[in-house]
């Protein structure tokens, strides 16, 4: 089992450029979620999907957009990227308890 | 060992020596709490879980205390190892279910030879 993957592990954009992250998860699990880091910060939530078909805000949502295409896969899209965004993405998964596993992150830089 | 405040963002313990990262949540509500380790350019990975209903929890090497009466939470390294060395955060559910984890600023673990 792979786990959770990301794609891509780095990305460096201009300011207004769009870019799409991809994750996909191989634990059959129902719920998944994107978070972001700042530099000596916890995790904040930006959206999560309960389970497919559906998807909510977390605590910072606005500049992001989500799509929970399946049950593995749950893509982040920033439509125009700002330096405010610049941050580590990390995609998370869940299943019947309440434990979230974690892809390795998505190190994105906005110009 | 070495006990820390409510909070702080480094803790630098002897190899050998039990550490004792401390954390307050902030909902009440919550009915489940969860620590994480993240080592340098990973994402965190699970240590040791604990339910509302529970006041102490162990693992191998680990143990998580449950206050609910001061909203606080603590995780236990016994024998402290260089593999140790990460910062420690934890989350909790504040919605329970499937709403997602809210997570604390996380300590810098560090290990002295």
């Known amino acids: 089992n792979a786990g959770v993957t990301q794609t891509p592990k780095f990305q460096v954009l201009k300011t207004g450029q769009s870019m799409t992250l991809q994750c996909a998860q191989d634990?059959?699990?129902?719920?998944m979620y994107w978070y972001r880091q700042d530099p000596g910060m916890g995790l904040r939530l930006i959206y999560y999907?309960?389970?497919?078909?559906?998807?909510d805000k977390g605590e910072v949502p606005n500049g992001y957009n989500v799509s929970r295409l399946n049950k593995r896969e749950f893509s982040l899209r920033l439509e125009s990227a700002a330096p405010s965004q610049t941050s580590v993405y990390f995609c998370?998964?869940?299943?019947?308890?309440?434990?979230?596993?974690f892809g390795p992150g998505t190190r994105l830089t906005v110009l | 060992g070495e006990s820390v405040g409510l909070h702080l963002p480094t803790l630098s313990v002897q190899e050998g020596d039990n550490s004792i990262i401390n954390c307050a949540y902030s909902?009440?509500?919550?009915?489940?709490f969860i620590w994480y380790k993240q080592e340098s350019g990973k994402g965190p990975q699970f240590i040791i879980d604990?339910?509302?209903?529970?006041d102490k929890r162990q693992g191998q090497r680990v143990t998580v205390l449950l206050n609910k009466t001061v909203k606080h939470l603590s995780l236990q390294i016994a024998a402290t190892q260089p593999g140790d060395s990460a910062v420690y955060f934890c989350?909790?559910?504040?919605?329970?279910?499937?709403?997602?984890?809210?997570f604390g600023k996380g300590t810098h673990l560090i290990i002295q030879p």
């Open positions: 909902n009440s509500a919550s009915d489940y």
């Open positions: 989350a909790e559910n504040p919605g329970g279910g499937a709403d997602g984890l809210t």
């Open positions: 999907s309960a389970s497919e078909g559906t998807t």
């Open positions: 634990m059959n699990h129902n719920s």
């Open positions: 604990i339910r509302s209903n529970m």
């Open positions: 998370a998964s869940q299943g019947l308890v309440y434990e979230q596993f």
